[in-house]
Nanobody, 113 residues
Framework: QVQLVESGGGLVQPGGSLRLSCAAT????????MGWYRQAPGKQRELVAS?????RTNYADSVKGRFTISRDKNTVYLQMNSLTPEDTAVYYC?????????WGQGTQVTVSS
């Protein structure tokens, strides 16, 4: 089993920044991809950003140029800049390996003045 523990969410004003972290522990084996998803109230969960084992990154159009995903061994980060109220959501960490896909418990990000 794989456990994912997220941290770094919170309340921030529009234009501000936050950095999310997700640490993976347990039977990790070979990681294919790690990423961040988000789900706003009344909306479907959507991919925000991902990074493959080969360091290839992918971003949702809505966050390109503002968010940066990075990975250090078994920890993945999401640096979020120029936040807007539309970024308000629960952010979930995801890890995929040969055994399947795993999710964190989610961390709330609220952008409001």
């Amino acid at each position: 089993q794989v456990q994912l523990v997220e941290s770094g969410g919170g309340l921030v004003q529009p234009g501000g920044s936050l950095r999310l972290s997700c640490a993976a522990t347990g039977r990790i084996v070979t990681i294919y991809v790690m990423g961040w998803y988000r789900q706003a109230p009344g909306k479907q969960r959507e991919l925000v950003a991902s990074v493959t084992s080969g360091a290839r990154t992918n971003y949702a159009d809505s966050v390109k140029g503002r968010f940066t995903i990075s990975r250090d061994k078994n920890t993945v980060y999401l640096q979020m800049n120029s936040l807007t109220p539309e970024d308000t959501a629960v952010y979930y960490c995801n890890l995929a390996n040969v055994n399947g896909a795993y999710w964190g418990q989610g961390t709330q990000v609220t952008v409001s003045s």
